[in-house]
Nanobody, 121 residues
Framework: QSQLVEPGGGLVQPGGSLRLSCAAS??????IGWFRQAPGKAREGVSC????????NYASSVKGRFTISRDNAKNTVYLQMNSLKPEDTAVYYC????????????????WGQGTQVTVSS
């Protein structure tokens, strides 16, 4: 059964690092995106990776701080988050779609349940 599960998340101090995982069983040939949604705000695209990992996209707000990667042997997609800021606080979701990367949440067919990331001192 194909599913997306995001364990991890948590509380981290500003300037700290955190790595999110997305267990993506059954989605080896899919584009995987990371999204986030802060309270009272719309869900926004953070990053996306192609099935082979050879192509990645990042939102301008996280470029240079976040790195997306995937290990298809482990059916897992990662989001390494460095130099975290309070404005990175949100629920983070991974999602899958069969075509190209997109930053539009409505274009993704499959979603994980989300994990909370809080950046605070």
């Amino acid at each position: 059964q194909s599913q997306l599960v995001e364990p991890g998340g948590g509380l981290v101090q500003p300037g700290g690092s955190l790595r999110l995982s997305c267990a993506a069983s059954g989605f080896t040939y899919y584009f995987i995106g990371w999204f986030r949604q802060a309270p009272g705000k719309a869900r926004e695209g953070v990053s996306c990776i192609s099935p082979t990992g050879g192509s990645t996209n990042y939102a301008s707000s996280v470029k240079g701080r976040f790195t997306i990667s995937r290990d298809n042997a482990k059916n897992t997609v990662y989001l390494q988050m460095n130099s975290l800021k309070p404005e990175d606080t949100a629920v983070y979701y991974c999602a899958a779609r069969g075509l190209y990367c997109s930053d539009r949440p409505g274009s993704y067919n499959y979603w994980g349940q989300g994990t909370q990331v809080t950046v605070s001192s």
